[in-house]
T-cell receptor, first 116, second 115 residues
Framework: AQKVTQAQTEISVVEKEDVTLDCVYETRDTTYYLFWYKQPPSGELVFLIRRNSFDEQNEISGRYSWNFQKSTSSFNFTITASQVVDSAVYFC?????????????FGKGITLSVRP | EAGVVQSPRYKIIEKKQPVAFWCNPISGHNTLYWYLQNLGQGPELLIRYENEEAVDDSQLPKDRFSAERLKGVDSTLKIQPAELGDSAVYLC?????????????FGPGTRLTVL
């Protein structure tokens, strides 16, 4: 069975600090997708990024960047110059290719608090 | 483009009562998902529909939970009777197709409290 581990449960930073959220995954599929979602206090999960297992290029979108490393089965998320509005729970998720793995498997989430 | 709509946002009931949640997916999205999210956990899939067909309901506790998507658009998830352990957030999501890796877009959820 596939698994997503987000070892950090809570992170607290001061505004303008950089912060990295870790995600480690396990799957037997050689083809899979990885995702990050943000869940603000309003409750709705907001899609941030999707990455195919064959694309190991890092991605940058504004203050957000993602580092995908197949060798360590990690897909880490960095927020540069954090802002109070970044405070939320962040989920990493995995979708494999085959059978039961094809459903989206989430980690337990990381609660990020950005203090002014 | 309107997002996934869910109602109600909050529901408080007593145990053994029935409860229903409604979801309207993003227009054009033929795949609809219901998830359960317990406090401090990530969402877990309950059921997935492709159009009006339930293609994965292996995680749905069928003794008390039921779902329908009669016309392949909006959907209803029902619990009867509710138990204390059903207190959680029920999330609906939709995607354009169910192809491998399709991005799922989520609604705001319904927070259920069973007393």
């Amino acid at each position: 069975a596939q698994k997503v581990t987000q070892a950090q449960t809570e992170i607290s930073v001061v505004e303008k600090e950089d912060v990295t959220l870790d995600c480690v995954y396990e799957t037997r599929d050689t083809t899979y997708y990885l995702f990050w979602y943000k869940q603000p206090p309003s409750g709705e999960l907001v899609f941030l990024i999707r990455r195919n297992s064959f694309d190991e290029q890092n991605e940058i979108s504004g203050r957000y960047s993602w580092n995908f490393q197949k060798s360590t089965s990690s897909f880490n998320f960095t927020i540069t110059a954090s802002q109070v509005v970044d405070s939320a729970v962040y989920f990493c998720a995995l979708s494999g290719l085959t059978g039961a793995n094809s459903k989206l498997t989430f980690g337990k989430g990381i609660t990020l608090s950005v203090r002014p | 483009e309107a997002g996934v709509v869910q109602s109600p946002r909050y529901k408080i009931i007593e145990k053994k009562q029935p409860v229903a949640f409604w979801c309207n997916p993003i227009s054009g999205h033929n795949t609809l998902y219901w998830y359960l999210q317990n406090l401090g956990q990530g969402p877990e899939l309950l059921i997935r529909y492709e159009n009006e067909e339930a293609v994965d309901d292996s995680q749905l506790p069928k003794d008390r939970f039921s779902a329908e998507r009669l016309k392949g658009v909006d959907s209803t998830l029902k619990i009867q009777p509710a138990e204390l352990g059903d207190s959680a957030v029920y999330l609906c999501a939709s995607s354009r197709g169910s192809a491998f890796g399709a991005t799922q877009y989520f609604g705001p959820g319904t927070r259920l409290t069973v007393l």
